[in-house]
């Protein structure tokens, strides 16, 4: 999984509700980040509205228009097995970014939770939780993935399993970091002198300052996730057939390349289009909440 390392100053939150329109406006005047939203969107609009758009059922089994090039009835053509290409691809999207987001958003909470424990609680516990980080972290993804796919079998939820807890440890050092930096500030020391508790601290001062960084994470993960996904499915360790995956589609396109290439086209390219759209999304929230890198509206 890739991550950004990010520093954020001391005091320095994320923008709060009510300055909702100036984060707006700064991701208006973002290129990149308006390009980012708009291919997010693109991407999200055909996951849900897949079984609206579609023309054909994506896992019906057609013998006559087998390998057929596009054409106004398939636009995008068929699979070795008659299936339209274009049905298989708008409802595929739905598996990765439903993997991407349980995962991410399992592994976000626990780290968020752990690193906020390592980073205020005790030296002892701080410790310990840095090895089992260290430990976890230690495992090469994939050879991780292949091991633990070989002994819960191919499935959705072993994916998500495997993707969660290789990310739960970037997370929560990024929360550690920030909530052990905090911890010795000039305020912190205020608030504990006029009684406030530890739980008011973490939530009001802590949790605000480390949100913005995880958000960049969490956007920046995303393409990776995907990525994942489609590899595994690709190599037979993803979700099972017939359900449509993007990884399934490039792994049939590759089997039939020499006969059309239109498969492995029309797998490749939602795959590249949600990792520029998440990528420049995370670009332009890093120029939002990173002050080093914050530009003046």
Same mark, same amino acid.
Request: hydrophobic share 50%.
């Given at each position: 999984?890739?991550?950004? #390392?990010?520093?954020?100053? #001391? ?43 579609? $023309?054909?059922?994506? =896992? !019906?089994? &057609? ?27 708008? &409802? ?23 690193? @906020?424990?390592?980073? /205020?609680?005790? !030296? ?5 939780? @840095?090895?089992?980080?260290? $430990?976890?972290?230690? /495992? ?5 993935? @292949? ?6 079998? +191919? ?7 495997? =993707? ?5 440890? =970037? *997370? ?14 000039? *305020?912190?020391?205020? %608030? ?36 994942? %996904?489609?590899?595994?499915? /690709? ?14 589609? @490039?792994?049939?396109? *590759?089997? *039939? ?5 239109? &498969? ?10 949600? $990792? ?6 995370? #670009?332009?929230?890093?120029? =939002?909440?990173? +002050? ?6």
């Amino acid at each position: 999984m890739s991550s950004v #390392e990010l520093i954020r100053d #001391e005091g320095n939150e994320v923008p709060s509700p009510g300055a909702s329109l100036t984060l707006l406006r700064q991701l208006r005047k973002n290129c990149l980040g308006v390009l980012g939203i708009a291919l997010v969107v693109l991407v999200f609009a055909s996951a849900i509205l897949g079984p609206f758009i579609i $023309t054909h059922d994506p =896992i !019906r089994i &057609m013998v006559g228009p087998r390998l057929a090039d596009p054409s106004l009835e398939f636009l995008l053509g068929t699979d070795h097995m008659g299936r339209d290409t274009f049905s298989r691809v708008l &409802m595929g999207g739905r598996v990765p970014l439903l993997v991407a987001f349980v995962s991410l958003g399992s592994s976000l909470a626990v780290g968020l939770v752990l690193g @906020l424990i390592a980073g /205020f609680g005790p !030296r002892w516990l701080d410790n310990l939780l @840095l090895v089992v980080f260290d $430990t976890i972290r230690s /495992f090469p993804g994939i050879i991780f993935a @292949l091991a633990v796919i070989g002994l819960l079998g +191919p499935s959705l939820g072993s994916v998500i399993f495997v =993707i969660a807890i290789t990310s739960m440890p =970037i *997370y929560a050092r990024v929360v550690r970091t920030q909530t052990e930096a905090l911890r010795q500030s000039e *305020y912190i020391a205020a %608030e504990r002198s006029m009684g406030a508790g530890t739980t008011r601290i973490l939530t009001v001062h802590v949790l605000p300052n480390v949100i913005g960084p995880l958000l960049i994470l969490v956007s920046m993960d995303v393409p990776a996730v995907i990525a994942v %996904e489609a590899g595994l499915s /690709f190599l037979g360790l993803g979700v099972r057939p017939p359900t449509p995956d993007w990884g399934a589609i @490039l792994n049939d396109g *590759y089997n *039939y390349i020499n006969q059309t290439p239109w &498969m492995v086209i029309a797998g490749g390219i939602p795959i590249v289009l949600a $990792t520029l759209g998440f990528t420049f999304l995370g #670009e332009a929230l890093r120029d =939002i909440f990173d +002050p080093k890198l914050r530009k003046d509206l």
